[in-house]
């Protein structure tokens, strides 16, 4: 039997005899156990020369060799190279080894031995552990170890220093590396590369995701200039304040210190150079030049536009952010650091203050704006003005109080006067508005836009939309100078997450948003005196009269509207429904 280009197949004609079906059967079973053999895909080349096993092709690579692997294969054994240069890909994406003996290490060098993985994923079996007191990867004194488009998953490391183990004077180079779901031995570091001695070489580029010990002996710093703004490598190391670990970026989300309280990864500049350090946590830190302040003040004044600064310690205010036509985002290092109002404003955009100046443009994220209930409140707490921009993301106020400034009375906290201002997440605690004024007020020729859980009251002025894409929670919504047919809300048409609080108002779906409409009033409870009675039927209040009786009907309208009537001359029995159709309404008589 031989490959062919459709299936085997097994043809039984009419005999007259008998069968041996027991003889048959184990017939068929050798027929297709021998079409599967010959059919089945290679699984190793060096060149044009298939191999069995990933061992086999090991065995016989001389220096220099390629070995292919075409499918997904399962080893038992390690990938070990002594003395010499070897390379093994897979040949396309999506090729995984899966560790079928979890004893054995999955990579050992030996005398100077260079491996180069490429275009693999590595199972491993979180059950058990290589052999004790052994590393997954072991990387002796002189070896080289390349890794391209390489990841390894779920292996059980005993071991305390490490899955991947460097020793000195190594090459080490990490492209598009991923190390996850490793499971490691209880009060163990998870290492998941560990750079043991001096000498060793480390370069890291495109998207790489693991955590990485540095040993005080190691030779720093570490090869990033390539490596792709998505990646995100954990530190383990106890150096002190001013080491370099990474060359050539200066980009501080990309590593994180994980083993120290008060330290800190932050970039250092030096013209040209770049680099990340180890640096003692400051108050406030700017992430994009490497400048520390003790208050957030100084960073807001000292800051180049396009500046990222970090707040590490609760800060006390003494004027506002923003209002000098820059672009800065500030971000609390830890959800809740505490910015307390200590002056009249927190912040106040300026906008362009003339022609050719750019406009302020000004983000927090993560902040708690403290108020302190000074009711000595003189101004809004944000003023967005003119056409800068405010964005506030995971942002909660906090004992802020509404009061007025001189005869002028201040109707919100927060104001979008022009410009734009952008509310995520967004809370209002323990905060005071004056009765029939709302949190949050958006006037004519501004953008105002909510979205996540936001849970508040708005106002905005006639011809503002308020963009609400992505919201979640519910907004109280005031309209000025109320127009029917008016889209009030672009990006959600739920009218579940809007309560209009105009009288005689409601929403409804419309195209991509709400718009404003006209709502029906319904009287309710009138009082009826005289030979009369009101009665609630089918949802509506009826006024029940008897034949040739008088009664006087009172009842509150609201200013302006429009009272309409019928009256129908016949018996009424409550909850019997009438197939007559309704008499035509009349309007009730202006004076």
């Known amino acids: 039997v031989g490959p062919r280009a459709d299936p085997p197949r097994l043809i039984f004609h009419h005999f007259r005899f008998a069968i041996d079906m027991n003889h048959l059967y184990k017939s068929i079973l050798l027929c297709m156990s021998l079409c599967a053999a010959t059919t089945a895909p290679a699984q190793v080349f060096i060149g044009d020369t298939e191999y069995t096993t990933l061992s086999e092709a090991l065995t016989a690579a001389v220096d220099n060799d390629v070995i292919t692997i075409k499918r997904s294969i399962a080893i038992g054994a390690t990938i070990g190279v002594d003395a010499k240069t070897l390379t093994v890909r897979g040949d396309g994406d999506g090729i995984v080894i899966t560790q079928a003996d979890a004893s054995k290490s999955i990579v050992s060098l030996k005398n100077s031995g260079s491996l180069t993985l490429e275009n693999l994923t590595f199972e491993g079996n979180p059950e058990s552990d290589a052999t004790p007191g052994a590393n997954h990867i072991y990387c002796p004194k002189g070896s080289t170890l390349n890794l391209n488009h390489v990841a390894f998953h779920g292996f059980k490391v005993s071991v305390a220093n490490g899955f991947m183990r460097v020793l000195a004077d190594c090459t080490v180079s990490l492209t598009d590396v991923s190390i996850s779901g490793n ?60 080491t370099e670990i990474i060359s050539g970026t200066s980009d501080m989300q990309l590593a994180t210190l994980l083993d120290a309280d008060d330290r800190i990864i932050a970039p250092k500049i030096d013209g040209e150079t770049r680099a990340l350090q180890i640096l003692k946590k400051p108050a406030v830190l700017n992430a994009t030049d490497g400048s520390t302040y003790s208050t957030i003040n100084a960073a807001n004044n000292n800051a180049a536009s396009g500046s990222r600064i970090i707040v590490y310690t609760d800060q006390s205010l003494t004027t506002y952010l923003g209002g000098n036509s820059k672009t800065l985002s ?51 707490l944000i003023d967005v003005r003119m056409d800068g921009s405010v964005e506030l993301h995971d942002i909660t106020f906090s004992r802020v109080m509404h009061a007025e400034k001189d005869t002028e009375l201040h109707t919100s906290l927060v104001r979008c006067g022009a410009g734009s201002l952008l509310l995520d997440n967004v809370k209002f605690e323990d905060c005071t508005v004056d009765d029939g004024y709302s949190y949050v007020i958006a006037n004519t020729g501004s953008a105002c836009a909510v979205t996540g859980d936001c849970n508040f009251s708005v106002q905005i002025s006639k011809g503002v939309s308020l963009a609400a894409d992505g919201l979640s929670g519910v907004i109280d919504l005031n309209v000025l100078s109320p127009e029917a047919g008016a889209q009030v809300v672009t990006g959600c048409d739920d009218t579940d997450r809007f309560r209009l609080t105009n009288d005689g108002w409601m929403l409804t779906a419309t195209d991509g948003g709400l718009s404003l409409a006209e709502a029906p009033l319904t009287i309710a409870d009138p009082t009826v005196t005289g030979d009369g009675d009101s009665k609630h039927y089918a949802g509506t209040d009826l006024i029940y009269i008897p034949a040739g009786a008088e009664a006087t009907v009172t009842f509150d309208i609201p200013a302006g509207a429009t009272l309409e009537y019928y009256f129908e001359p016949r018996n009424f029995t409550p909850g019997v429904r009438r197939a007559a159709a309704v008499p035509e309404w009349q309007e009730y008589p202006a004076d």
Do not use: H
């Open 183 to 242: 499971i490691y031995a209880e009060n163990s570091p998870a290492w998941d590369i560990n750079i043991v001695n001096a000498g060793s070489t480390v370069t890291m580029a495109g998207k790489c995701a693991f955590n990485i010990n540095i040993n005080n002996n190691a030779t720093l710093p570490f090869d990033g200039k390539n490596l792709a703004a998505d990646s995100r490598i954990g530190v383990y190391c106890s150096k002190g304040s001013g």
């Open 330 to 380: 500030f971000e609390a290092a830890t959800t809740g650091i505490t910015l307390t109002r200590a002056a009249d404003r927190l912040i106040v955009n300026n906008g362009k203050a003339a022609d050719g100046v750019d406009p302020t443009c000004i983000s927090l994220k993560g902040f708690v704006i403290d108020g302190s209930q000074q009711t000595e409140q003189t101004s809004y």
